[in-house]
C-alpha cells in the first residue's frame, strides 16, 4: 500500500494565509520608524553596510552564506554575505564616526526555529567612548521606545518592561541555577593546553546534573550547554534580563573587565528565555584579536572541516587606531515577536525565505 503524498501548503502570499499576520507586520512597520526616531533623537547616524564581505564573521559556531562573483575577465572572487554588519562598522569607527547604527538584512546559513530564520533583520550599532553599561541603558530606552511600556509576551510568559532590568553575571547565574562556581574550573586562555583539565573538572558537575557530556568537549561546550539547559529557561521571565561579565574565552571580539581579566566586558539580553541581544566593550589590540580569529577558526576547522578567511582590513583597521568603544547587535525580529506576542519569527516576516 502505497503513502499518501503530503498536502502541499498554499503559498505564503495567498491572501487568508497572509491575513492572520497582517496586525504584526503593521506593529513591525511602526516599530521599524520608532528605532529610527529614537536613534535620530540621540544624534546616531544611519549607516549601510554593504553585505557582501570578505569575511562573513569569524564565530566558531556560525555558517555562513558564500557567493561567487567574477571580475568583467572572468577572475571569481569568493565572497559570503555577512552574519553581521560589525567588522564594516568598526571601520566606519577607525574612519572617525562616533554614533552609528544600521538596520538590515543579515544571513546565518544552517538556521530554522520558531525563533530562527535564515536570513533576518538585524539591528547594529556602536558608540565611541561608551562602554558596555552604556548599551544597557541604550538597550532600556529603546525597547521602552519601541514597545510605548506594553509588556513582552512569550506563550504564558509577561514580560514588565517598565520596570530596572535585571542584572546577572554569568557566575552569578550558574551558582543560582546550577550550584556550580564557573570560575573555578574556568580555563586560562593565554594558557596553552589549559582547556582539557577545565573542561574535566566542570565536566564532573555537568553529569551530577544529568547533562551529557561526550568525550572532547570542551570547557566552553560545557558550559553552553548548562546555560541551554539551566539558565537560559529563567532568565528575563518577569522582566528583561542582562547576562552580563562572560568569562573571558567565550567572547572573541570583547576587551577583558579591567577588575577581573578573567571576564569580559560582554552581556546578553533576554526576555522570556529569548535571547534578544549580544553586546561588547570593543577589543582593540590588534595583535590580540589576530590570535583569537586564529584559534577560532582552528576550532571551526576541527569541528566543520571549514574556516573563514580573515578580513586583513579590519585588522589593519584595528591597528591604524579603533577608538575604545561598545557595540551591540539585536535581533529586530525577535523584538517584534516578543512585542507582538507572536507564536514563530515567520508570523513576523513580510515573507518566507524560500
Partial sequence: MSESPRPIAAPWWRPDRFAPKRAFLHRRAA???????????????????????????????????????????????????????????????????????????????????????????????????????????????????????????????????????ERLTVVDAFQKFCGIDLLASAPDPKRP????????????????????????????DIVFRLMFDFIEPHLGRDRPTFLIDYPISMAALARPKPEDPRLAERFELYAAGVELANAFGELTDAEEQRARFGADMDLKQALYGERYPIDEDFL???????????????????????????????????????
Avoid at 569607527?93 to 536570513?119: F, M, N
Avoid at 565536566?203 to 568525550?215: I, M, W
Avoid at 587606531?321 to 513580510?350: H, M, N, Q, Y
Wanted: glycine content about 8%.
Fill in 31 to 165: 516599530m521599524l520608524r520608532q528605532t529610527r526616531d529614537f536613534f535620530h533623537e540621540r544624534g546616531f547616524l544611519e549607516v549601510d553596510p554593504p553585505a557582501l564581505q570578505v569575511s562573513p564573521g569569524l564565530e566558531p559556531h556560525l555558517h555562513a552564506v558564500g557567493a561567487d562573483l567574477h571580475r568583467p575577465e572572468g577572475t571569481a572572487l569568493r565572497r559570503y554575505l555577512h552574519t553581521s554588519p560589525e567588522f564594516t562598522m568598526k571601520k566606519l569607527l577607525a574612519a572617525g564616526e562616533r554614533q552609528i547604527y544600521a538596520l538590515g538584512h543579515v544571513w546565518r546559513d544552517r538556521e530554522g526555529s520558531d525563533t530562527h530564520s535564515p536570513e533576518f533583520t538585524m539591528l547594529e550599532w556602536y558608540r565611541v567612548g561608551a562602554n558596555y553599561r552604556d548599551l544597557m541603558a541604550d538597550c532600556e530606552g529603546l525597547i521602552r521606545a519601541v514597545t510605548a511600556g506594553e509588556p513582552l509576551r512569550r506563550g504564558d510568559l509577561v514580560v514588565s518592561v517598565t520596570e530596572p532590568f
Fill in 193 to 220: 593546553g589549559s582547556d582539557a583539565p577545565a573542561a574535566a573538572i566542570l565536566a564532573q558537575d555537568a553529569r551530577r546534573l544529568g547533562v551529557r557530556v561526550a568525550e572532547g568537549d570542551r570547557w566552553d
Fill in 316 to 354: 589593519a583597521a584595528l591597528a591604524h587606531g579603533l577608538p575604545a568603544s561598545a557595540g551591540i547587535a539585536l535581533g529586530f525580529d525577535r523584538l517584534v515577536l516578543l512585542a507582538t506576542g507572536a507564536e514563530r519569527l515567520a508570523d513576523v516576516l513580510w515573507a518566507e525565505v524560500q
